[in-house]
């Protein structure tokens, strides 16, 4: 009996497996439908993939692997950064809400470790496929949507009627573009068709971040693109220039909208919509000052959103506070420092550092898609929307276990 139990759960495994896989190819195209669907995706396809260990009586081994994933150096600042951002919710003026942000964040990272920790993720080449045809599908189903005037969507009664909800799933298409293209192009045997499909998920990802209203797509397609050519020419050049931009950037957020204002020339503003030009530099100068004004400990994790009504808001000049209300700063760098001061921003500097560190081990033609796809989501983040949502930290973590060990293993083997 044992051994007919033990033979029906090793017939399952695969299928459970599968199951996992299709939740993680099916991102892109869940995110066109419904624009934060990415953390549920995530955290579905735990479920198949850690029941693999425990219906093998390895459950001991999905535990310990997630311990030794966090005591990793980069692992654990970023544990001391949620820790220390839980700890701020007790001065942030609406704790509930606070909290909830909190979990928004943990959660996608606790799936993404706990996918990478069961072991049993290992890109194979027809997953790659897969993902390029739904990321290249996603694609053209938002820029029909966008083309038509969102009749698709209007007829079937979906979501809102307004262009700028693509403005996710193209960032989305973006970031999980990144390891499938490098993954297609460098599989054993580098077969013509892979490579073809590679230079059109490049070309259809480009297409919809130029049809999008998202500029901060655009950048990102631009930073990665240029930090993954200068990094295949000047690896270490590229790595260190990088992890100084990144450094400056977290370390000038607090004056960020001063600087914006008094030295980017109107010339460059005015080729921005309204929300990426002026506006988005008084908002910054705004949520500036809170920073400023509590450069320690900050406002509270996750009072972002309703920054206007925390008590800091009365330190802030009477003429930024009204933008206040804006629910967060548009740049990630800027709202660590207003809500976690300097403690939180210098948590998250030395994840950053770290990470860029172990990237320094790899060889040139496996840092370069990696350094571009840090390079490319900083740049997104720096510009773009609030720093702590879950379908964005889940985007991002399903971005890095696509570029999983064992990208072309045969299906099967070394799920331990």
């Known amino acids: 009996m044992s051994q007919t139990r033990l033979a029906d759960r090793q017939q399952l495994s695969p299928r459970l497996i599968g199951i996992g896989v299709a939740l993680m190819v099916l991102m892109p195209v869940a995110m066109w439908l419904a624009n934060r669907s990415s953390t ?6 735990v479920i198949p993939f ?7 009586g390895r459950t001991g081994e999905l535990v310990g692997r997630m311990g030794r994933l966090l005591v990793t150096p980069p692992g654990l600042a970023l544990a001391a950064f949620l820790a220390w951002a839980l700890i701020s919710i007790l001065w942030s003026h609406a704790p509930l809400a606070s909290l909830r942000a909190w979990g928004e964040l943990a959660l996608p990272i606790v799936f993404a470790l706990a996918i990478a920790a069961s072991g049993v993720f290992r890109p194979q080449p027809a997953w790659l496929r897969a993902l390029a045809l739904a990321i290249i599908l996603a694609c053209l189903l938002a820029m029909l949507e966008l083309t038509s005037g969102l009749s698709q969507r209007a007829a079937l009664g979906i979501g809102k009627l307004a262009s700028f909800v693509f403005n996710r799933p193209a960032i989305t298409a973006l970031i999980l573009a990144v390891p499938t293209i490098h993954g297609l192009w460098n599989l054993p045997g580098a077969r013509r068709s892979d490579r073809i499909l590679a230079v059109v998920l490049a070309l259809a990802v480009t297409a919809l971040a130029l049809r999008s209203e998202s500029s901060s797509a655009r950048l990102g397609v631009a930073v990665c693109a240029l930090c993954w050519g200068l990094s295949a020419l000047w690896p270490r050049l590229t790595l260190t220039a990088a992890g100084c931009a990144f450094l400056l950037a977290m370390a000038v957020a607090p004056v960020l909208g001063v600087a914006a204002q008094n030295w980017l020339p109107s010339l460059i503003l005015n080729r921005f919509a309204v929300m990426t030009g002026q506006a988005r530099i008084d908002i910054w100068q705004s949520f500036g000052e809170v920073a400023r004004a509590r450069p320690i400990v900050g406002a509270g994790f996750g009072t972002s959103a309703t920054m206007h009504e925390h008590p800091v808001a009365k330190e802030v000049s009477p003429a930024h506070r009204e933008l206040l209300a804006a629910s967060h700063p548009h ?13 939180g921003a210098g948590l998250l500097v030395l994840a950053g550092l770290l990470m860029l560190g172990r990237l320094r081990r790899l060889p040139a033609r496996e840092m370069a898609p990696r350094l571009a796809l840090f390079a490319g989501a900083f740049a997104i983040a720096v510009v773009g929307h609030g720093a702590w949502q879950g379908w964005w930290i889940a985007v991002l973590g399903a971005s890095i276990l696509w570029f999983g060990p064992g990208v072309a293993a045969p299906q099967g083997e070394d799920h331990g």
């Open 40 to 45: 549920l995706l995530l955290g579905l396809a």
């Open 50 to 56: 850690a029941a693999v260990l425990i219906l093998s």
């Open 331 to 343: 740049d990630m760098p800027l709202q660590a420092w207003a809500e976690t001061g300097v403690v």
